[in-house]
């Protein structure tokens, strides 16, 4: 597979590290009530879609950042890459 | 019909022209005791557990495509039983003691093979953790011998003891370990449950359950809806996706993993032999062909097949152990869907549907456990409560804080 890096262009997903499903940004608040629930579905339960998935991938061997690829998981087709910064703080995390 | 060596005497004798199909083609019932979505292995071995031991006949597998056109037909029918925790390793030597018996057991030949499997190791700290593993192993009477370099150099001499990197210190042996010819398993199980009243209907995908005030009531299918007071589901790598149309989500991801076969070769390998420094195993088949695999790729999927990089990494695997592997040529290489758990451990339990139970999670160590995993599911099936063997196969193990991590790799599915 080839990610299309938005800074550096088309590099070899083997230079990659695999984190899973995006929805990792999306950390849940410790200091709700229900936060021991939520937790356990955020570091444990995961859609594990038959299409397009939104994932996230670590550049350990190139510029060491995350990013944000949305990739078919049937046909490997890779339809979109961000930075994972933007999409988290487009989501209203980070600074 | 019973196979025997009367019987094949008489077939040989007379054209062979006796021989019948082992399974019928039914035509689903409106309704059923049981219903199993997943004609694999462990679906059939299910369904064969239930008939045979638990007395429940009036059961259905229902099979997307054909029988044992999943997991069962693409693996490195590898069997052994040295896990190390408590919640793995007595459910594992049930299974291999069941393999042990098996062939008597449901009259089929199914090529049960303890060539031995071992473990290498490099390392001293490596040797400390398989002494370690072994005696877990042997409380469970899985038995365990731990060989050192001078055995390994008179036994295996192609191996690369003086390898720069990864020296051979010694390894571990579990000498009833071994391999299976895998389709057997899923024809001999077929045909064992069938012979026992199961319908096996084929070409049969299931799209949706019938859930009414939480109680599971049947399933729709492709060929209509069919009514169970029990449905089990047990699809491997396509869980999350079934699982879905019951509202669930599971602690599984998808990945593939690729296994590959060179070309016949002489009888060269004895028996199983895994690397310690890397993820490496390899066996030869009975056809000669060296049977090996390694890491899965890594990221979720569910299209059947691999990319390169592991396939180089497996390659570098098999070099830095025994590099005469490097003048065979490959024959062909496939992948597989694994249903990777969050621990690296499986599930058989119930779910929070009345009447609607689950079995997955097997990550790439299913073929193994396929006999216990059929057994275990077929007792919570038919007794409402686990198995002995498998009472920490839970699905809500990860909020309780009994997980069953071998690894210690915590919650990253593709690094178990």
Known sequence: ??????????????????????????????????AAEKFHEYGYLRDNPAG?????????QGDRSWLVVTRNTLSHEISKVELARDVAVARGRGR | ??????????????????????WREPEP????????IGGGGHGLATAYYLSKVYGVTNVAVLEKGWIGSGNVGRNTTIIRSNYMLPGNQPFYEMSLKLWEGLE??????????????????????QRDAFVRRANAMMLSDAGAELADAAQLRRELPFLDFDNARFPIKGGLYQRRGGTVRHDAVAWGFARGADMNGVDIIQNCEVTGFH?????????ETNKGPIKANKVASCVAGSSSRVMALAGMRLPIESHVLQAFVTEGLKPTLPGVITFGAGHFYVSQSDKGGLVFGGDIDGYNTYAQCGNLPVVEDVAEGGMAIMPMIG???????????????????????????????????????????????????????????????????RLDRFISGHIIDEKGQGNQPNLH
């Open chain 1, 1 to 34: 597979m080839i990610i299309n890096h938005p800074l550096l262009g088309p590099r070899d997903a083997a230079e990659f590290v695999y984190l899973g499903d995006a929805a990792l940004i999306d950390r849940p608040d410790p200091s709700v009530a229900d």
């Open chain 1, 52 to 60: 397009e998935h939104q994932e996230l991938w670590y550049h350990e």
């Open chain 2, 1 to 22: 019909m019973r196979y025997s060596a009367l019987k094949i005497l008489k077939e040989g004798l007379t054209g062979n022209k006796g021989w019948k199909p082992v």
């Open chain 2, 29 to 36: 019932k409106k309704e059923y005791d049981v219903i199993i």
């Open chain 2, 104 to 125: 008597q057991d449901f009259n089929y030949n199914a090529m049960v093979s303890q060539r031995s499997i071992l473990n290498l190791f490099h390392s001293d700290g």
């Open chain 2, 211 to 219: 859930i009414e005030n939480g109680v599971c009531t049947g399933v």
């Open chain 2, 327 to 393: 003048r065979a040529r490959l024959l062909r290489s496939w992948g597989g869907l694994m249903d990777m758990s969050m621990d690296g451990s499986p599930f058989i339990d119930k779910t929070h549907v009345e009447g609607l139970f689950f079995n997955g999670g097997w990550c790439y160590g299913g073929f193994k456990a396929t006999p216990a995993s059929g057994y275990c599911y077929a007792h919570l099936l038919a007794k409402d409560e686990p198995h002995p063997n498998a009472t920490e196969m």
